[in-house]
């Protein structure tokens, strides 16, 4: 799965867009410093969010909403549309 499929899952899954989610985490504390196991606890706990939707959402609390172009227009199940990840929900493309 994408960079994009997984955070849009995780929307599916909670209600609740990838911004959303990362204010939530803003709220608590968290940020690029936060060791991903916590990170990934509270998602599991809080949201019922697994380790592959909850990775995707650490790398944009970690490196922004920018990941590698080697995942732009390659092809497989990891390719991604852009590099610029977005985070304003399903409803908004």
Known sequence: MSFQAYLDGAEKKTGKTP???LAAAAER???GTTKAGVFLEWLKTD???GRGHGMALYH???NGVQISEKHVGSTGSHRD???TL???GIAHR
């Open 29 to 31: 504390g968290y940020d």
């Open 19 to 21: 911004a959303e989610l």
């Open 60 to 62: 944009v609390l970690k």
């Open 81 to 83: 549309d852009s590099a």
């Open 86 to 88: 977005r985070l304003d």
């Open 47 to 49: 949201y019922d969010l």
